[in-house]
């Protein structure tokens, strides 16, 4: 493909960030790359500053929700430079999501490419500190303006980039997870492997009730028996049922392929754990904490890393686990991921683009 256009802000907003107070996805950096599909083909798209785009009031997905979208960091490296953590496998999960929806697919090392080139750019905009990083969003939707239930035959993608801290706030500290048993987010031969914008619009009802409870998320149950554990509202979930690690698989097509938990997979693997990727019902679980056998639970994504959960509620039992306290394993999955993505641990399995 052609080089990638660059055009540089006359400006910067990097004075606007707190950097004492992050959070997560609040400031965003100064530019934005930015592609057009047209005439049945996407163009090789160019670097702008970040601003507002125009979009009109039929615009196609703010009615019908055409849209998918991925998340991805960049760290600084304890080496120098920037490392980026797998970004061809967020490429490619956004290629499966686009089809999915009927968008046509954007090419992965293309895209890849391009965020190499936009993260460079703004690569003032990186934390210093040990546990941020520079968040990088990616997302596509449909660009036409007509009414009535069809694929647009035009589309935009964005990336965009934020420095971000802990995703929350109890930071790796464990959470209070809610088991959701009145909502569903998705079903079989439903949209709940692909990363689109009606899984998360399908799971905030659910997630303000559990807020509104003090707990952090919700824990999805199968949409048809209410049993078979899915994944929470934003990461996929694991279980350590004396040394098993388990998870649920991919099968049903109702969890995220993580690209996260693939990584815990294949290092729990490499340990010599014994790892097993199947359908799990919380009774099973709420029978191992009951005999003592459940050891750990936590989850695994991009934006928190590992999550440890201190506390299942379900039908009104809470269900403590190890104490309320962060497990060995948990520990250990965070630290050698993080070591990785900071540079401070070698990276044996290619999973770091690395930017001088």
């Known amino acids: 493909m052609k080089d990638i256009k660059i055009t540089r802000s006359s400006t910067t907003r990097i004075n606007e960030v707190d950097w004492n107070n992050l959070r997560f996805g609040i400031y965003f950096s100064d530019h934005m790359f930015e592609s057009?599909?047209?005439?049945?083909?996407?163009?090789v798209g160019q670097i702008v500053p970040y601003s507002k785009i125009d979009l009109e009031p039929a615009n196609c997905t703010l009615h019908y929700g055409q849209t998918i979208f991925e998340g991805l960091k960049a760290f600084r490296s304890k080496k120098g430079g920037i490392n980026i953590f797998r970004p061809e496998m967020n490429a490619k999960r956004l290629a499966r999501s686009a089809e999915a929806v009927c968008i046509p697919p954007y090419d992965v090392e293309h895209l890849v490419e391009a965020i190499k080139l936009l993260v460079k750019i703004d690569e003032q905009w990186i934390p210093q500190k040990r546990g941020e990083s520079l968040y990088i969003r990616p997302v596509v939707f449909g660009y036409g303006n007509f009414l009535g239930v069809a694929a647009s035959d035009t589309y935009k993608l964005y990336v965009i980039t934020s420095p971000v801290a802990s995703y929350y706030a109890e930071g790796l500290n464990p959470v209070k997870i809610l088991v959701e048993t009145e909502h569903v987010?998705?079903?079989?031969?439903?949209?709940?492997?692909?990363?689109?914008?009606?899984?998360?619009?399908?799971?905030?009802?659910?997630?303000?009730?559990?807020h509104e409870k003090g707990f952090s998320q919700v824990l999805w149950l199968d949409g048809v028996n209410r049993k078979d554990i899915d994944e929470v509202g934003a990461m996929n979930i694991m279980f350590v049922i004396d040394d098993e690690l388990i998870t649920p698989s991919l099968h049903k097509g109702t969890i995220l392929p993580g690209i996260t938990r693939d990584s815990v997979l294949t290092l729990a693997r490499e340990w010599g754990m014994k790892v097993t990727e199947r359908d799990i019902t919380i009774d099973e679980v709420r029978e191992a904490h009951k005999k003592g056998s459940l050891k750990e639970v936590f989850g695994t994504g991009t934006a928190a890393v590992i999550s440890p959960v201190g506390l299942l509620h379900y039908n009104g039992e809470d269900m403590i686990i190890n104490d309320g306290k962060i497990g060995p394993y948990a520990q250990k999955?965070?630290?050698?991921?993080?070591?990785?993505?900071?540079?401070?641990?070698?990276?044996?399995?290619?999973?770091?683009?690395?930017?001088d």
């Open 36 to 43: 057009t599909y047209a005439n049945g083909k996407w163009d």
């Open 185 to 210: 987010r998705a079903v079989r031969g439903g949209l709940g492997s692909a990363k689109t914008a009606a899984n998360y619009a399908a799971s905030m009802l659910a997630g303000k009730k559990a």
């Open 333 to 355: 999955f965070y630290d050698t991921i993080t070591g990785i993505q900071y540079g401070e641990i070698e990276d044996t399995h290619n999973w770091i683009v690395h930017i």
